[in-house]
């Protein structure tokens, strides 16, 4: 029998239980909540960090956008590192990731105002949860990018906006030739620089003539581009010559530029009688190499026997004959000299600057928004070597939306259009 005071065994042991299972459950929770909270604390930081790469891109890009010229040629070395500069401080905000390097450049889709740079910076996120790392690996990738319109020069093409409208020209002009006998015809082509709009051209700059002959000249003025032929004419004794400065002033809505050559053309009467020295070269002006035909001209009819021609090409090369054939292999602007003689007397005629030989230059087309497949013949029409151009692959005939040298850029090479481009999607 149990005495009235005895307390029951059995209803304290139901409690314990249960405290015991709660316990064991909680256990096996923790490790699962901890995991939980790791995961979210790992792609909370990788998420956190490709806002911050979204932010690099957008200022790299809005830097890149107002100055544009400084991946151009020559372009700005200061500004491309002060590009980089802007990237890597706001790096040390990006935790656990190390941009790529080098640093990435922007990519130009024209050169023009308003097109497009776009800029994508990648990084590789380390993973700190152990069960997510070995699923997904010891990193996470992730890109942030940015597109904006280049805006170098906009404040610049509104008037009152601070700055000239446009660039202004830089003026220069080729003549050809500059030098020989009375009558002589003088071609002259502008060559300005940065697109001039209006030219005033003086043939006869103040003082028009020095010298101890009397010179007049065909046209004193021209208010066009050209090219000009004026004819300068010197009279008085055998021997005398007469000299003219020439005054080029090119003009555009960015300003002018005047560029004045004193003694420039120099004119020189013939003897009245006995061997003239006169020729012409066909072409006097072109692309290297330049092979050009020279022919005596018999300027007394037939009234002189000659015996012998002689040449100076200018360029150390020589030659004889009443006809000769002659290649300028090498850029630059070459002096003509004939020689030519009866027998008894010698008549010399020096042409200055008669034959201009210029290299190839070609400008590198903007490939934006063309398909691939229309690439090559592209850039083989801007004056390129089809085998010069690498197309990445893509899907299918992409439209193109990178290329390695920005559009509008001439080419830098010696030996003008070697240069090599990559196009990509």
């Keep these: 029998m149990r005495s009235p005071n005895q307390q029951p065994t059995a209803t304290a042991s139901v409690p314990t239980k249960a405290r015991g299972q709660s ?12 995991l939980l909270v790791l995961v979210a604390l790992d792609f909370g930081r990788v998420y956190l960090g490709w806002i911050n790469l979204q ?16 991946w151009g040629v020559p372009g700005d070395a200061a500004k491309r590192d002060r590009y980089r ?38 990084c590789e996120f380390s993973l700190l949860t152990p069960i997510i790392s070995t699923v997904l690996g010891n990193s996470i990738a992730a890109t942030g990018s940015a597109v904006f319109p280049v805006k170098e020069g906009v404040v610049a093409s509104i008037p009152g906006g601070g700055a000239p409208i446009g660039v202004a020209p830089v003026a220069d002009f080729l003549a050809s030739p500059r030098s020989g006998w009375s009558g002589l015809a003088v071609t002259f082509t502008d060559t300005s ?46 021997g005398d010559t007469c000299t003219w400065g020439v005054r080029l002033i090119a003009s555009n809505s960015g300003g002018a530029d005047t560029v004045t050559r004193d003694d420039w053309i120099t004119v020189t009467v013939p003897p009245d009688a006995g061997p003239i020295a006169e020729f012409e070269g066909t072409p006097v002006s072109g ?12 300027v007394r009819a037939g009234a002189v026997t000659y015996t012998s021609w002689d040449w100076d ?5 020589t030659g004889s004959g009443q006809s000769v054939n002659h290649t300028y292999a090498d850029e630059g602007t070459y002096d003509v000299t004939l020689t030519v003689s009866d027998g008894t007397t010698d008549s010399t005629l020096t042409k200055v600057s008669y034959i201009n ?13 063309v398909r691939k497949n229309s690439a090559s013949a592209l850039w083989v029409a801007a004056g390129f070597v089809a085998e010069n151009l690498t197309a990445l692959s893509g899907t299918g005939n992409y439209l193109i939306q990178t290329q390695s040298i920005v559009g509008g850029t001439v080419d830098p090479q010696p030996d003008a259009c070697d240069s090599s481009i990559t196009v990509g999607p």
């Excluded at 692309?287 to 018999?298: E, N, R």
């Excluded at 090409?313 to 090369?317: K, N, T, V």
């Design 55 to 70: 932010q690099m891109a957008r200022v790299a890009a809005n830097y890149a956008a107002d100055n544009s010229t400084a």
């Design 313 to 317: 090409f200018g360029d150390g090369s």
């Design 85 to 122: 500069q802007l990237i890597a401080n706001d790096a040390r905000f990006t935790v656990g990731c190390e941009p790529q390097d080098p640093l990435p450049d922007p990519v130009f889709a024209g050169s023009g105002l308003g097109a497009h740079v776009n800029v994508s910076i990648s």
């Design 23 to 34: 316990l064991v459950e909680f256990a096996l929770f923790v490790p699962i909540l901890l």
């Design 193 to 238: 620089l940065n697109g001039p709009t209006s030219w005033s051209w003086t043939f006869n700059v103040a003082p028009s003539t020095t010298g101890t002959g009397s010179g007049s000249v065909s046209d004193s003025i021209e208010l066009s581009k050209g090219p000009h032929t004026i004819t300068y004419d010197c009279t008085g004794a055998p």
């Design 287 to 298: 692309l290297k190499p330049l092979a050009v035909a020279f022919s005596f001209v018999d």
């Design 357 to 369: 030989v210029n290299r190839k230059i070609c400008t590198v087309p903007d490939f934006a928004n």
